[in-house]
């Protein structure tokens, strides 16, 4: 495992601290936070928070922001003590689309000791900028006996590399956010690892993760628990709200309502709120389908199953228009089941699961090893 990575920013499959902890998901229009603590070693759900980050810069719920790490870090502090967090460890998600992943094919022969340098080389191609400007951490996939991971001949003795890649300004910019917190921080984790911790169980086949955020939508194909692509669509539920309020003339805030309460299954008289959404979906699902076909024929695998989340996943209709679109189960996530928690909270925690991925990935890092 490369050592490249500073304390703050420790390997994505490192060692984990066990107690009482809090994840914290900043979005670019909100922070979802998670405490939970371990007893009898399982996840018990203590408490958890979101809130907008538009009321900081005077906008609409929902708005995209650029805050800068100052007012980032009292909206961090906002939310911990609105949670009455009982606890200053902590882990932060670095959102998807500020990390490059990606997999490298190496020969087998490589020995352990020269696999650093040669990886350094050989991601220079696959990143666009100087690689002393990231910070680069990788892992070794473990070879399965008999099966083929790459779609050629397992004669050919390959190694795959899942690397990961961070811009430097990124990495201090969060350091800017979290140190006026004065939480402890014990790692920042790239989303999509985090997602995969929470959203998936013993799934044997390809999955496709959907996730919606208000300025994103990020797909990842994961295999066997190992991240095997990652795509980026710079579309998400800001941009449909923003469409609907720039086509009627009306305030985001409206715009907002009316595509939460009508979606793709408007009445009539709102016809054009879902034509406005479709838009977007169409775009997206067309990607993502593209994403999944690329994968299947490279790797002669099918994609069985999509599991969507991110807040803006749940507009109306728009799981039934991605089972039409991958012919195959489409289902929401359900990170809070990766925790126990009262019977009555049952409901709401599903309703809301979809939003909580990060933050719930991040915390359940923090209390497994």
Aim: charged share 20%.
């Amino acid at each position: 495992m490369s050592n490249s990575i500073s304390e703050f920013f420790n390997s994505i499959f490192g060692k984990a601290k066990v107690g009482s902890v809090i994840g914290i998901d900043i979005g670019s229009a909100s922070i979802k936070a998670v405490q939970a603590k371990l007893v009898d070693g399982k996840a018990i759900l203590e408490t958890y928070g979101a809130l907008s980050l538009g009321t900081y810069n005077k906008t609409d719920h929902g708005t995209v922001t650029n805050l800068e790490p100052a007012v980032v870090a009292g909206a961090v502090v906002d939310i911990v003590n609105e949670m009455k967090s009982s606890t200053a460890t902590a882990a932060f998600v670095l959102p998807s689309q500020n990390a490059l992943v990606f997999i490298l094919e190496l020969p087998d022969a490589i020995g352990e000791s020269e696999l650093p340098e040669v990886v350094k080389n050989e991601a220079r191609s696959h990143i666009p900028v100087a690689i002393a400007d990231v910070t680069l951490d990788w892992f070794v996939i473990p070879k399965r006996e008999g099966l083929d991971l790459v779609g050629q001949d397992p004669t050919q003795n390959k190694k795959e590399i899942l690397v990961v890649a961070v811009l430097g300004d990124t990495v201090k910019r969060f350091q800017n956010i979290i140190m006026p917190t004065k939480l402890e921080s014990q790692f920042l984790e790239v989303e999509i690892f985090s997602a995969v911790r929470a959203v998936l169980g013993r799934e044997l086949s390809p999955v496709l993760l959907i996730d919606m955020g208000a300025s994103k939508t990020k797909l990842t194909i994961v295999e066997y628990g190992v991240v095997w692509h990652v795509h980026i669509i710079n579309k998400g539920g800001a941009d449909i709200t923003q469409s609907i309020a720039t086509s009627k003339g009306i305030t985001f805030a409206r715009a907002e309502e009316l595509k939460i309460t009508h979606g793709l299954q408007s009445t009539p008289e709102f016809s054009y709120v879902s034509d406005l959404v479709r838009l977007s979906t169409d775009y997206i699902l067309s990607e993502a389908n593209s994403v999944v076909l690329e994968y299947e024929k490279k790797y002669n695998k099918a994609v069985s199953k999509v599991i969507m989340y991110g807040g803006s996943s749940r507009i109306k209709g728009f799981a039934q228009e991605a089972e039409s679109a991958f012919r195959c189960d489409v289902t929401y996530a359900e990170p809070f089941n990766k925790m126990d928690s009262p019977e009555f909270l049952a409901p709401t925690l599903k309703n809301i699961g979809p939003e909580f991925v990060g933050a719930i990935g991040a915390a359940l890092r923090l209390l497994r090893s």
